[in-house]
């Protein structure tokens, strides 16, 4: 098979976003700048579209700086085809997508720009049932939230039985061999993540329970099984008090956690179930917190900090591996569909930056670099 051809068309200049300095999203510009290079197993991928997250918008302010090496262009994110390949990759073994095919995946930076180098490895081919603009709304969420549940929790067990998590240090009992469902909670319901983790819930029969803004509880509903708001009751308790109505006083296996500061991680720690895992994946609430320490003992919890972005590419392409294996079958029937809130251009990053900081949006706001290949 062949799969290299020539990218004699592939300019070598592009239109990327630059941060031109830390600040406001007014800091932010499209420019031209060098077209990527490839490196040994990387893929050149024309990039149709890409998504914002709120680790570009960190990486704005000057909180967040990429991983050493990896370009200060933002977009942790992109949907697109292949247009070059890196020459070893011609006859290597595995999975290496074919030029022309459409791709998407995750990048620790680079993604709001005309073309992204990419290894092969981390590449998930784009299923026939949805466009590439849809496409660009699913590898951050959806990998961040398959983690916590595969990797860091081990709610998905194989056919097999009972799932190895934790680095393989752990082994969760089925559910049949609990009694009951898996239960996880989930903040920030209504977020990108928040809706691929009951997305995924669903389909594997965990019940799964929301909190955020009292706006967005309808829209939770949608996905979750349960949805409380955030809003503090009168003795300051913020969730606790709700989640435990919704679902019992044996606590949850899982909570996913990207707020932290305030009373959430103490609260987590009353609504764990034994042996239950909190994934903090970021600080929206503030990076301060008291933590009762027996709380979580008692319960044998596992506090868990996860950050996908400066992973190494062995640790991405197995999670890909998984990821692939495991979900996007559903994507592909159709049985999840991602959320697109907002669709906006390359030329409107800065408002695209000021309507998710916002917290405007329920679900993502993909931004299209290429229009007539995002249709696609
Ligand atoms: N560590 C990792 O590897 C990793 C990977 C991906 C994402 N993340 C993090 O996961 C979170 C979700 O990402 P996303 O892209 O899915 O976000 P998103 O779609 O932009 O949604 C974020 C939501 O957070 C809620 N929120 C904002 N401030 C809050 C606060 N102080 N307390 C409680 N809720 C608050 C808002 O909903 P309400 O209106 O309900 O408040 C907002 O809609 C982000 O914080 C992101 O940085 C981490």
Redesign the pocket.
Known sequence: MLRRCPVAFAPRMMRAVKITAYGGPEKLAVTNIQRPVLETGEVLVKVAATSI???DI?QRKGLYPPPLGVTDTPGMEFSGTVVDMEASLEDAPGYVPEIGSRVMGIVAGGGYAEYVAVPASLCIPVPSAISLTQAAAIP??YL?AFQAMHHHAGLLPDKAGAAQYGAGLKTRPPAAALGRRYRMLV????????IAACQIAKLFEITSITT??E??VEACQQWATYAVS?TPNESGDVFAEKVEAAVGKSGVDLIID??FGGRYLQEDGQLLAMDGTVVV??F??GSKTELDGPTFFQRRATIRF????NQSDFYKTSLTQAFRARIMPYIQSGKIKPVVAKTVSLDQIQDAHRM?EA?E????CVVVVDPKLAEK
Do not use: D, F
Not at 187 to 194: C, E, K, Q, R
Not at 306 to 309: N, V
């Open positions: 997250n709120r680790g960190a951050e969420t961040t903040h920030a319901g209504a977020s990108g993540v928040g955020s803004s706006a967005k955030r990207p707020v994946l970021s929206l609430g996860s950050a996908l972005r998710v917290n949006l329920t679900g993502k």
